[in-house]
């Protein structure tokens, strides 16, 4: 294991003065990039601050005394840094703080130092059963955590043995009001809290479950897809912006292939496979649910592979398409709809649910059979994918009509 980066420094908080003007005093610790921070208990006019050294501006009679504190501060953490190394415990700036803190004990384990712990394991399992996808939300998900603490409890940390209910309340309020989440959002990051309460519930580090009389339900989301018509529109549409006409090609070729972003970007040539009937086949494992996905290669799509099998970028990466990052495929989409005159949200993942409702089970392709193209551990999944179509309907409706021939009396 390589060695670790470390540093300490102080800094004063202008955005939070008190009623004699001063600002608290903060130490951030950093090992790695992850930062934890501690108020010294101590505050400063910020006209007496010096802000590129991090400590008093020389010359006022207090900022010797205060400067050898911060001296003196500074000793005692890098002495707590070399006892965790000799006890063999791993150097985190979490761990850190909370050896300054004094609370290292089993008692007194707050809600950030054992979600920063949960994370670290994630890390170490990534491309290993958890997606870096998943460990980002995580991330994210105890900033959040931090900053509601701060903000409501003015607190660096929160006890785990003090959370309850009304904590998880308010954590939902804060959500929906100061950070404006969504429904679905603000009850996925509670059900990541959820799993770290799991976590110290079967740890024995809490008692008392403070969800247990607690649900929440994510909202039906209608997911905007392509009919026939905006379709045609975007495949014939003729563009001359080269890096916009890419984007639109592989919009196109997902739509007819109904791969994600994250396997499109990683098709290579070993992902093409010829079928029992002697045509081309995608057998590919989906990198966020591992499940196998087989998908006949329609002409369209077998066209577009072809376009770019000389094109400089795809044989130097070793990949079958130019796939931008994720951001700038969306951002470039809105350009190719504003082309096309079509006013639906066009975004990779539209792609996805055109395939499953337009190209196949309009098409009268089974649900089963749509549901292994995609990759679906169930039939459920796909449901969420796939819409019935008026047209569909209309169809089947009409079929039935000509069997139905009843006549009046």
């Not at 005692?76 to 006890?87: A, F, K, P, S, W």
């Not at 916009?244 to 196109?252: E, L, P």
């Not at 649910?289 to 087989?294: G, L, T, V």
Request: hydrophobic share 35%.
């Amino acid at each position: 294991m390589g060695r670790k980066t470390f540093s300490i420094m102080f800094m004063i908080r202008r955005g939070q003065l008190l009623r004699n003007h001063e600002a608290p005093i903060y130490m951030r610790i950093t090992v790695d990039g992850e930062r934890a921070e501690i108020s010294i208990k101590r505050t400063i006019d910020p006209a007496y601050w010096d802000g590129v050294k991090g400590n008093a501006k020389t010359g006022f009679s207090f900022a010797k005394e205060l400067n050898n504190r911060f001296d003196q501060i500074r000793y005692e953490v890098y002495q707590i840094q070399q006892e965790l190394i000799d006890r063999n415990k791993p150097v985190t700036a979490q761990a850190l703080k909370n050896a300054y803190l004094n609370i290292n004990d089993e008692g007194n384990r707050t809600i950030l130092q054992v979600y920063l712990e949960h994370n670290e394991n994630m890390k170490l399992l990534i491309n290993k059963g958890v997606s870096y996808g998943t460990y980002e939300r995580h991330v994210t998900s105890r900033k959040h955590l931090e900053s509601y603490i701060q903000d409501t409890y003015n607190k660096e940390d929160y006890l785990l043995r003090d959370v309850d209910h009304q904590f998880i309340v308010k954590y939902e309020t804060y959500l929906r009001s100061k950070r404006n989440c969504c429904n679905n959002t603000t009850v996925k990051y509670i059900k990541n809290f959820g799993k770290i309460i799991r976590y110290a519930l079967s740890n024995d580090w809490i008692r008392v479950n403070p969800f247990r009389n607690i649900k929440y339900r994510l909202e039906e989301v209608d997911k905007s897809f392509l009919n026939l018509e905006e379709l045609n529109s975007v495949i014939n549409k003729h563009i001359t912006i080269l890096r916009v006409a890419q984007v639109r090609d592989v919009f196109v070729f997902c739509c007819f292939t109904g791969l994600a972003f994250v396997d499109v970007k990683s098709l290579c040539l070993k992902d093409l496979e010829t079928g029992f009937d002697g045509n081309p086949w995608i057998k590919k494992q989906r990198h966020k649910s591992k499940q196998w996905a087989h998908i006949p290669l329609l002409p369209l799509a077998k066209q577009i592979i072809d376009k770019y099998s000389t094109n400089p970028d795809c044989i130097r990466k070793g990949v079958l398409l130019p796939v931008l990052t994720n951001q700038k495929m969306n951002a470039y989409l809105k350009e190719v709809a504003d082309l096309c005159g079509i006013t639906k949200n066009l975004t990779t993942h539209c792609a996805r649910h055109t395939f499953a409702t337009t190209v196949t089970l309009a098409n009268k392709i089974s649900m089963e059979s749509v549901s292994k193209m995609l990759g679906h551990s169930s039939l459920a999944m796909t449901k969420k994918y796939a819409r019935i179509l008026d047209s569909t309907i209309g169809q089947e409706m009409n079929q039935l009509a000509m069997k139905l021939q009843f006549q009046a009396n």
